[in-house]
């Protein structure tokens, strides 16, 4: 939100209440409270009808500063983010100069007297600061409070993340509201709106306010990102770390780690689509379908209309189509599928369970107490309001009944269109609940699956969220077209979210709306498969390969089996995800950090740590950027120098697909499913790099974990890994190959 007018002037009715100076500092136990008043003191009735803010510095994890701006303090909103939080972190000196606070490396100053300033340091550098006119409370006419602060950009500063934002990947320039909108993936809006960001100057800032936050990323003050809250107080915090994938490993420290998933979520999955007809029959042609043409699928998703039209969300298989849902369910686990189904917060009127849950007051009314009710989406429908634990258990207890039925996991659709015009059963503020519902839809429903399968083997497929929904995974994209253009937007989004924390992600393959023509849907195939996760699913049309033609199945098999044996590789940076917050598809900014050439790039991406992967956005060329070092085709071996832009063309069947120097890549046995002892049949594939020694951890779907070395020195290669499992070990560049004998194998 802008509320000045140019450099000099301030918008129509927009009085602003200044930080002016610190007029006053005071060490607590972990703390320092500053008071800044609106004006320079200069003479006692000065301090006569004044505003002042209070600002105070403390520190939940070590190199994380908070800061609390109060302009008064007698409001108690709710809800608020779930933050970790332990004592000690906070090193509180106060002297007659300056307060400081020092949480490991990073440390906050503010400075006594006029200008006001705070800034925040790491060693003897200045990461940012707020300055003269930074830190303020806005009253706009006609509107509400505000809160802001303004934090300084430097030189070549850029900034990434804020959530799934399928534009600029870089968001320097940008207005970003963080407000939960279903907008799809070709606009401004977001499904994921996530109050934080990191730069690449060694920091990154998360705003604990999980309604509207307004950010101006040097678009209002072009040195400066500005953010603002509606309200009389503003809290933020200051994340400092060496490298972004330290400050990620932090910021998820304090909002909470990805959880783990489980084996069989990576393999392929295929939907029914939206709006199209099916029913047993059809759902088992398209199984046998898949089985016949060699294409492993593990997981069968059921998308709405499972349940009858203008029902949605009654829980209960449409007997006109599903006579016998445990039976058919019965028939899909005999097929080895996971079964997965749609869901939202919703309850149409026409449902039975309409009229039982606002009897039972489960539903969100509005102020003169009457359910809060519109015809989008479903007919009269209601919302469930997850602030009432007896709604929530109610919810939760026909989830339940799914789940004895036979069903794996749920997709969680929907959450975004919150309204305002309500009361929430726990009194939580309608405008902190619109991007926070989400968080609370997400954890009633992976509750009940990790009631029921434990911890490790849940996995939602959610659309909306918000900070900390990353502990809820996976998240898919949203609504996309079948289009190269949007194929590239998704990507955007994708790396915008693990910039945001999220450690797993994916999309609709071959695009939500409308068709793609062959050449798109082979494509975005390849990319999907070399996702985390990997969906096929469209509105009108169905997704099954053969539909296309039958190159798009050899495409299909191709990259589904190459996924099934990386996922010794994949499945453990999954569980780096879950341990330090490192998404498993990473924007090359956070390997690369030292690397200007990388600044702006966003259509390619690290799937893990070692496999650099460039989609094609076109039917041949694509052009893309290797870093520095030798890099390997993994698909045809061919060994190129990087630190340079290249130009290739591909067919269907390939794309630039380069693993980094030095890397080895554990590479699976079984190319038929993704859930397999992965020291069975083990190859540790060791790449072209400099003498080193490098440990590979492979951990199995069980749990087991078993550690190999392999040193390179000069052409000899050795490895180390348990006597009681054998391996293989390969020279990528002379294709050389030993097994191994007691643990150990040489070339």
């Known amino acids: 939100m802008k509320f000045t007018d140019g450099f000099w002037q301030l918008r129509d009715g927009v009085t602003p209440v200044y930080a002016q100076e610190a007029y ?238 489980p084996a069989w979520s990576y393999g392929l999955w295929l939907s029914t689509s939206f709006t199209t007809s099916y029913d047993e029959a059809t759902v088992t042609s398209f199984i046998d379908g898949m089985a016949e043409r060699d294409l492993p699928l593990s997981v069968f998703h059921f998308d709405c209309f499972w349940m009858r039209e203008f029902n949605w969300c009654d829980f209960e298989w449409d007997p006109r189509t599903f006579p016998d849902p445990e039976g058919m369910l019965a028939r899909l686990h005999g097929k080895d599928l996971r079964v997965c189904v749609w869901i939202n917060p919703y309850i149409g009127q026409r449902s039975p369970l309409f009229a039982e849950a606002a009897a039972a007051g489960y539903l969100v009314k509005r102020p003169d107490g009457s359910v809060w009710q519109w015809d989008l989406w479903q007919a009269g429908m209601g919302l469930v309001d997850f602030t009432n634990p007896d709604a929530t258990r109610w919810y939760q207890d026909h989830l339940r009944r799914l789940v004895a039925q036979g069903v794996d996991c749920f997709k969680t659709d929907f959450g975004e269109r919150i309204p305002l015009e309500v009361e929430y059963f726990d009194g939580s503020a309608p405008e902190r609940m619109h991007n926070y519902y989400t968080q609370l839809y997400n954890e009633a429903v992976f509750a009940v699956l990790q009631e029921a399968r434990g911890a490790g083997d849940a996995v939602l497929f959610a659309r909306s969220a918000t900070a900390g929904g990353q502990s809820m995974p996976v998240h898919w994209g949203g609504d996309n077209t079948s289009s190269y253009e949007s194929m590239a937007e998704t990507l955007r989004g994708g790396l915008s979210l693990a910039f945001s924390g999220f450690g797993f992600w994916s999309h609709d393959i071959g695009g939500f709306e409308g068709t793609p023509d062959p050449g798109v849907f082979k494509r975005w195939t390849a990319f999907g498969l070399l996702s985390s996760h990997s969906r096929l699913h469209g509105s009108d049309s169905v997704r099954v390969p053969w539909a296309f033609d039958e190159e798009a199945v050899e495409v299909t098999r191709l990259f589904t089996k190459l996924k099934l044996r ?182």
């Open 24 to 261: 006053d500092v005071t060490a607590g136990d972990g703390t320092v409270t500053i008071t800044a008043p609106g004006k320079v003191i200069e003479r006692r009735g000065d301090t006569l009808n004044r505003s002042t803010l209070t600002v105070t510095l403390s520190s939940p994890l070590a190199d994380v500063i908070g800061v609390r701006v109060e302009h008064w303090q007698g409001a108690a909103p709710r809800p608020g983010f779930a933050l970790a939080a332990e004592s000690g972190h906070a090193e509180v000196v106060v002297d007659d100069e300056t307060g400081t606070l020092r949480s490991g490396d990073l440390v906050a100053t503010v400075r006594r007297g006029a200008p006001w300033s705070l800034t925040f340091s790491a060693g003897d550098r200045v990461l940012t600061s707020s300055g003269h006119k930074s830190l303020a409370h806005m009253t706009v006419a006609g509107d509400s409070a505000y809160v802001h602060e303004q934090l300084a950009l430097g030189v070549g500063e850029l900034v990434y993340g804020l959530g799934e934002r399928f534009g600029p990947l870089v968001k320097n320039g940008q207005t970003v509201d963080i407000w939960n909108a279903d907008g799809g993936t070709s606009s401004e809006q977001a499904y994921k709106n996530i109050p934080f960001y990191l730069t690449n100057r060694g920091y990154g800032v998360f705003v604990d306010h999980p309604g509207h936050v307004s950010y101006e990323i040097g678009s209002e003050s072009v040195e400066r990102v500005q953010f603002s809250v509606p309200g009389e107080s503003l809290q933020y915090y200051v994340i400092h770390g060496a490298t972004p994938k330290d400050i990620l490993e932090r910021y998820t420290a304090l909002t909470g780690r990805p959880a783990s998933v």
């Open 566 to 747: 990386l996922m010794p590789y994949l499945y453990a940076a999954g569980q780096e995800a879950a341990r330090r917050g490192t998404p498993v598809m990473r924007p090359l900014q956070l390997e690369f950090p030292g690397d200007p050439a990388v600044d702006h790039l966003d259509r390619q991406y690290l799937l893990g740590g070692d496999i650099l992967v460039a989609p094609v956005f076109s039917p041949a060329e694509v052009e893309f950027y290797l870093p520095a070092g030798t890099w390997t085709s993994l698909l045809t071996g061919e060994q190129v120098q990087g630190g340079a832009w290249r130009r290739e063309t591909h067919g269907f069947d390939s794309l630039p697909l380069y693993v980094r120097e030095g890397a080895v890549l554990p590479l699976g046995a079984r190319d038929d499913r993704p859930d397999y002892d992965y020291r069975d049949g083990l190859t540790l594939a060791a790449y072209p790099g400099p003498d080193a020694a490098r440990t590979v951890t492979v951990t199995t779907p069980e749990g087991d974990v078993a550690e190999y070395t392999v040193t390179r020195s000069g052409d000899a290669l050795t490895a180390s890994g348990p006597a009681d499992h054998a391996f293989t070990l390969r020279d990528v560049a002379t294709g050389r190959t030993a097994a191994s004998s007691g643990g150990r194998a040489e070339l």
